[in-house]
């Protein structure tokens, strides 16, 4: 399994270096992010042995199960999941240095109270729901513009960019809109040149598409079939929870 996992990283990693020459870009404007999701501590402890340091979950649960294991290796921890307001202390208590998946202004006013409390700052990308597929969190493309300008007032939330889940589907220039709309939301967002708002990131792409992600401009690719394997649990059971 070890073994698998570490031909898993290669493979992958010389797919972004393909991509990004396919694209004509710079293999180290592309980083990969582990998604950990189902995956134990000690699979997670071998790709950071091995040199990895971003890593994410979709669940806070999973996030406290394995924090002890992990903290001793140095590493960073993203949230790719929809988060419930009742659970933004433990994002802030495990060390989650950036949340992906803001998506409403509720999560914004709550964690903005929280850090505030705390002294502490974290970083944002809006999750932006691009495939309009009900299943799928995120603001509409139509809301992200005004949804940003509202974070921005808030200076314990550093907004750095932007999150999609492409549409799942064979069809790759249906998926490529998915990214393509993103990117135009980035450029949109960066022509406003709103304060406090950075927008360098585009997280999108995954085990499926990155290729196509990659070549629509993608700065962080978040991978975890392709290296851990396929899960046991569908995707709805993440991605699908009952909306607060
Ligand atoms: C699970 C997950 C990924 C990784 O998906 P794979 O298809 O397993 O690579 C990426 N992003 C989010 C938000 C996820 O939940």
Redesign the pocket.
Known sequence: MKEDILHNLEVIHQRIINACKKAGRNSDEVKLLL?T?TVSAEHIKTVLENGETLI?E?KVQELKEKYEELKELPHKNHF??HLQTNKIKDILKYDVCCV??LDRLDLAVRLHQKLLSENKTIEILIQVNTSNEESKFGVHPDQAVELTRQVSKFPTLKIKGLMT?GLFSAETEKVRQCFKILKNLQQEIIHQNIPNVEMKELSMG???DLETAIEEGSTIV?????VFGA?IYP?SY??NESKE
């Open positions: 998604a999701k994410a979709n790719i999941g992906q998946s889940i995954m085990s499926g978040r991978v975890g079939t392709a899960r995707d993440y991605w």
